[in-house]
Nanobody
Framework: QVQLAESGGGSVQAGGSLRLSCVISAYSLRRYCLGWFRQAPGKQREGVAGIDSDGSISYRDSVKGRFTVSKDSAKSTLYLQMNSLKPEDTAMYYC???????????????????????WGQGTQVTVSS
């Protein structure tokens, strides 16, 4: 069983920064991908950034160069540093974990099924122009 708890969302002006945190409670995360997804009103959930147990990282194209995903294994915490935020980044952001023994983190971000794996409750990010 894996439990995820996000924090750090909020409201910022365009160009601002936020750092999301996700505390992860799990017996073992061996072969797991950890990542961030987002969902804006009326849109499908989309993968934002992810990291696998070997340290491979993947980002969606629209956030490359602006967002940085990292993990602190000692603190069992996943982070998403978001810089140069844009109004189109406004969404509910979810922390997620799934066994990636048979897939890459890039594939997981693209094809993740919201009905599988483990998901947090979400934290709202609002960027105003």
């Amino acid at each position: 069983q894996v439990q995820l708890a996000e924090s750090g969302g909020g409201s910022v002006q365009a160009g601002g920064s936020l750092r999301l945190s996700c505390v992860i409670s799990a017996y073992s995360l061996r072969r797991y991908c950890l990542g961030w997804f987002r969902q804006a009103p009326g849109k499908q959930r989309e993968g934002v950034a992810g990291i696998d147990s070997d340290g491979s990282i993947s980002y969606r194209d629209s956030v490359k160069g602006r967002f940085t995903v990292s993990k602190d294994s000692a603190k069992s915490t996943l982070y998403l540093q978001m810089n140069s935020l844009k109004p189109e980044d406004t969404a509910m952001y979810y922390c997620a974990a799934e066994n990636c023994a048979l897939r890459t983190v890039s594939s997981w971000l693209t094809y993740a099924d919201p009905g599988s794996g483990y998901w947090g409750q979400g934290t709202q990010v609002t960027v105003s122009s």
